[in-house]
C-alpha cells in the first residue's frame, strides 16, 4: 500500500469512526516534509509549452523572465507571497502561465516555490508536467490527508507541486471551507518569504477564483490575444475590484504582432 493509499484508508477509517471529527491543523505540521518525487517529463512539458523549462533563448523565454521579474519587484520582501492567476473564460493561458511562472522563478531566481492546481474543475498542470499523481488538494480538502503527503518534488529545483488529486464540480463550496483557510495559513508558514502560486478556473463561468481570490495577496489576470473580448475582460477587472490585482498578462501576443512572442505584462 502505497503512503497516499495509506493515509486516504487512515482518514476513512477517521469519518467512519467518529460522527464529526474536530480538525486540529496543529497536529499535521510536521518539520520534516516527506515529499514524493515524480519528476517533470520534459518532451511532455516541452510539448505542453513549458518555455522556462528551455535551456535555448527564445523570445517566449525571455518574455517570461520580463514578466518574473515585474512580479518579483512588485512582490518582494513585502510578504506578498501567494499569487492566483486567472482569466475571464477558459482556454485562455493560465495553466501555462502559472506553470511558466513558477518554473521561472524556481529555476532562475533560486526562490522555493509551491505551485498549487487549485482547479479543480478542469485540473491540467499535472498533465503539462508529464505526471500522474495519487491524490491531492482534492484530498487534503475532502479526506483531511496532510500536506506532506501530497506535495511532489519535481526534479525542477526548488518547484514543488500540489496537484488537484482530481475534479470536482462542486468545488466552490469546497474552496470556500474553513480547511482551505487552514492551507493557505499552513502554505503561507512553512513557505513564508517564498512563493506559492496558484493556478485557478476562469472567472466569468464559475465562483471559484473569486472564492480563492479572497485568501491571495495578489492576483494575475491572463487575457488572450485576439480571443479575449473586452467587454469579457472588463467584467473580469469588475469581479476583481477589490482585490490586489498585479497586473494583467496578455498571453499569445504573436497572434497580433511579432514584437511580443507570449508574454506581455501592464
Ligand atoms: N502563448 C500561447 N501560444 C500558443 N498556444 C498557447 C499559448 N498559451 C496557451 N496555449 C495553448 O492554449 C491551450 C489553453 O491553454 P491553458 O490550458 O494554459 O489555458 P487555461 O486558461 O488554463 O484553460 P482552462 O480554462 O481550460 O483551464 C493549451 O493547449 C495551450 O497549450
Ligand atoms: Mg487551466
Do not use: W
Request: hydrophobic share 40%; proline share 5%; with cysteine.
Amino acid at each position: 500500500m502505497s503512503k497516499i493509499e495509506e493515509a486516504l484508508a487512515k482518514a476513512k477509517q477517521t469519518r467512519q469512526g467518529e460522527q464529526s471529527p474536530i480538525h486540529d491543523a496543529s497536529m499535521e505540521i510536521s518539520p520534516a516534509y516527506t515529499t514524493v518525487f515524480q519528476e517533470v517529463n520534459p518532451s511532455v512539458a516541452e510539448e505542453n509549452r513549458m518555455v522556462a523549462l528551455s535551456e535555448v533563448n527564445t523570445q517566449a523565454t525571455e518574455q517570461i523572465r520580463i514578466l518574473r521579474t515585474q512580479i518579483l519587484q512588485k512582490t518582494e520582501g513585502q510578504g506578498n507571497n501567494c499569487l492566483m492567476i486567472t482569466s475571464a473564460l477558459d482556454g485562455e493561458g493560465k495553466s501555462t502561465l502559472a506553470a511558466n511562472l513558477a518554473i521561472a522563478i524556481a529555476r532562475e531566481v533560486h526562490r522555493t516555490v509551491l505551485l498549487v492546481d487549485a482547479d479543480l474543475r478542469r485540473p491540467a498542470l499535472h498533465e503539462l508536467f508529464g505526471l500522474k499523481p495519487e491524490a491531492g488538494l482534492m484530498h487534503y480538502l475532502l479526506d483531511h490527508v496532510p500536506i506532506e503527503d501530497l506535495l511532489i518534488r519535481t526534479g525542477v529545483e526548488k518547484l514543488t507541486f500540489l496537484p488537484a488529486g482530481g475534479s470536482l464540480p462542486n468545488s466552490t463550496e469546497i474552496l470556500r471551507s474553513p480547511r482551505m483557510q487552514e492551507l493557505i495559513r499552513e502554505v503561507k508558514m512553512r513557505y513564508r518569504d517564498r512563493y506559492v502560486i496558484f493556478d485557478s478556473s476562469p472567472l466569468l463561468p464559475t465562483a471559484d477564483p473569486m472564492v480563492l481570490s479572497q485568501f491571495m495577496d495578489g492576483v494575475i489576470l491572463v487575457v488572450r490575444a485576439e480571443r479575449t473580448a473586452r467587454s469579457h475582460l472588463a467584467e473580469a477587472l469588475g469581479h476583481l475590484k477589490e482585490r490586489n490585482v498585479l497586473g494583467v498578462v496578455m498571453n499569445d501576443q504573436s497572434a497580433v504582432d511579432d514584437i511580443y512572442s507570449t508574454y506581455k505584462y501592464d
